[in-house]
C-alpha cells in the first residue's frame, strides 16, 4: 500500500522544515545514532541500507567504515540535504535514493545489515515494510534501529505539549499504531512485526538519552515554535491564547535549563534482529 500520507508529508512541508534545521536534529538525536552505530558494529566491506535516512547523518557515519551505504527516503528535500553532505564529505560510497520502504524493489539479498534512526514508525503498512526490508538482507543479515517508546514516557514532547494543552483542547490522537513518531512504541507490536516478516533473534532494549533543545528556555521556544507540534496544536486558536501558551511553555522548560542548555530526556528502544 503506498504511504500516500506520510509521503506528502515529508515530500513537501515536514521534510523541508527538518532539511533546514538539519544539524540541530542531528545534535538533539546524537546519542541514539551512536547507540545504533555501536550496536551495528560496521564492517570493511559491507553494503547497509539506511531506512528512512533524512539528512543522512546515521548514514555518513556509517559510510567510512564500510564498503557502501544506501540511503533510502520518501522525502526529496531531506535526500538533497543529504546527497549535498556526502558530496561535501567526500563519501562516494554513500548514495541516496527516493523511495518507500515498503514496495522499493532494491535485489534480493543485496545488504549485510539495516539500520534505521526513527525512520520505522511511518509505515501505512508496516508488516509490508518489515518483509521487504528482510527480502533486501543477506541471510543472517542484522537489522538495528531505534524507535520512540510510547508518547507518555517521553518527556522531550510531553513537557511543552503538556504545557501547550493547559490551554487549548486536545487534538484528535488517530488510531493506535497509525503511522507517527509513537507508531513502535508497543514492544509486543514489534516483536510481533519483526516475526511476521521473519526475522530471528528480535531484542528490544530501553534507552534514555537527553535531547538537547538549546542554549537557554527562549532559544528552546523559538525553535518549539516552528515544530509540527506546534502547528498541530495552535491551529485555529486565538493569538491571546498563543501567547499564554507558549508562557506556559517557557515555564515548563525552565527547570530542565542548566550551564548546558535546555535538555529533555528521550525514551526509545534500540532494536536488534537477524534475518
Known amino acids: 500500500m503506498p504511504n500516500t500520507e506520510q509521503i506528502e508529508h515529508w515530500d513537501g512541508e515536514g521534510g523541508e522544515h527538518w532539511a533546514e534545521h538539519a544539524d540541530f536534529y542531528d545534535a538533539l538525536l546524537r546519542r541514539y545514532a551512536d547507540r545504533i552505530m555501536a550496536r551495528l558494529d560496521p564492517q570493511p566491506g559491507e553494503r547497509v541500507l539506511d531506512i528512512g535516512c533524512g539528512n543522512g547523518a546515521l548514514a555518513l557515519g556509517i559510510a567510512p567504515h564500510v564498503g557502501e551505504v544506501v540511503g533510502l527516503d520518501i522525502s526529496g528535500p531531506m535526500l538533497a540535504t543529504a546527497a549535498e553532505r556526502a558530496a561535501a564529505a567526500g563519501l562516494s560510497n554513500a548514495t541516496f535514493e527516493k523511495g518507500d520502504a515498503q514496495l522499493h524493489a532494491l535485489p534480493d539479498a543485496s545488504f549485510d545489515a539495516a539500520v534505521s534512526r526513527f525512520g520505522v514508525m511511518f509505515f501505512e503498512d508496516p508488516a509490508a515494510a518489515f518483509a521487504n526490508i528482510a527480502r533486501m538482507l543477506r541471510p543472517g543479515g542484522r537489522l538495528v534501529f531505534a524507535c520512540w517508546q510510547p508518547m507518555f514516557s517521553n518527556a522531550w514532547i510531553m513537557v511543552p505539549a503538556g504545557a501547550v494543552l493547559a490551554h487549548v483542547p486536545l487534538p484528535p490522537m488517530g488510531e493506535p499504531g497509525a503511522p507517527g513518531p509513537?507508531?513502535?512504541?508497543?514492544?509486543?507490536?514489534?516483536?510481533?512485526?519483526?516475526?511476521?516478516?521473519?526475522f530471528a533473534d528480535v531484542e528490544l532494549e530501553p534507552v534514555e538519552e537527553p535531547m538537547r533543545y538549546g542554549e537557554s528556555v527562549e532559544e528552546a521556544v523559538a525553535f518549539l515554535r516552528n515544530t509540527e507540534m506546534a502547528r498541530t496544536l495552535l491551529k485555529d486558536v486565538d493569538e491571546e491564547t498563543v501567547g499564554r501558551a507558549w508562557e506556559a511553555v517557557r515555564e515548563a522548560l525552565a527547570p530542565y535549563a542548566g550551564p548546558d542548555g535546555v535538555s529533555l530526556t528521550g525514551a526509545a528502544w534500540l532494536v536488534t534482529a537477524r534475518s
Do not use: H, I, M, P
Request: aromatic share 6%; charged share 30%; glycine share 18%.
Open 182 to 198: 509513537f507508531a513502535l512504541g508497543d514492544a509486543d507490536r514489534v516483536r510481533s512485526l519483526l516475526d511476521g516478516a521473519g
